[in-house]
């Protein structure tokens, strides 16, 4: 079946990076995303991988794929009080006549001073 | 440009009302989406359209009506509202298909009571 699974909460020091952790079970996504969604707004898509590739660096933030472990992370570095959200991992897989994105159900990220 | 939009931003109903959520494009987007969120659960797909006149069931439709008569619009009918349909909603579009970025509205707050 499909499912993405994530940490619910994740607490660090500004300044600090800040990782969050992903894990997918289809095998078949061809992208993965990661949205965030900051307090009573939509998610807004931060970055993507294609399936094909390990890494992408994009300013503060590095996202890493293992596609053998189905395995997804999220760095950000060097982490400011802006960055407190909910971070939601995504996968699209085929359903039906199309492609559907798959949420995990989103890491609440904190900063401490 | 507007991108995605939702009215109304809260709703309350009483159980058997019916109401339509509404949701709205200006990016001529071909790809559109109805989500609920609900705490630890991620964002379910409810219904789907991948262009005007297309509609077709998601994860969780039971409940849920939707048409796509033109492309800007995709609203999101209940039939006969439940406490189990209290829940935030967003809409979403994309260019063509969800493997592209994925544009949220700000959701629709809807208690059933």
């Known amino acids: 079946g499909e499912d993405v699974e994530q940490s619910l909460f994740l607490s660090v020091r500004e300044g600090d990076s800040s990782v969050i952790n992903c894990t997918y079970t289809d095998s078949s996504s061809t992208y993965l995303y990661w949205y965030k969604q900051e307090p009573g707004a939509g998610l807004q898509l931060l970055t993507y991988?294609?399936?094909?590739?390990d890494m992408k660096q994009d300013q503060r933030l590095t996202v890493l794929l293992n596609k053998k472990d189905k395995h997804l992370s999220l760095r950000i570095a060097d982490t400011q009080t802006g960055d407190s959200a909910i971070y939601f991992c995504?996968?699209?897989?085929?359903?039906?006549?199309?492609?559907?994105?798959?949420f995990g159900s989103g890491t609440r990220l904190s900063i401490r001073p | 440009n507007a991108g995605v939009t939702q009215t109304p931003k809260f709703q309350v109903l009483k159980t058997g009302q019916s109401m339509t959520l509404q949701c709205a494009q200006d990016m001529n987007h071909e790809y559109m989406s109805w989500y609920r969120q609900d705490p630890g659960m991620g964002l379910r797909l409810i219904h789907y359209s991948v262009g005007a006149g297309i509609t077709d069931q998601g994860e969780v439709p039971n409940g849920y009506n939707v048409s796509r008569s033109t492309t800007e619009d995709f609203p999101l009918r209940l039939l006969s509202a439940a406490p189990s349909q209290t829940s935030v909603y967003f809409c979403?579009?994309?260019?063509?298909?969800?493997?592209?970025?994925?544009?949220f509205g700000n959701g629709t707050r809807l208690t059933v009571t």
């Open positions: 995504a996968e699209s897989v085929r359903y039906s006549s199309a492609s559907k994105i798959i």
């Open positions: 991988i294609f399936s094909n590739m």
């Open positions: 979403a579009s994309s260019r063509d298909s969800p493997n592209s970025p994925l544009h």
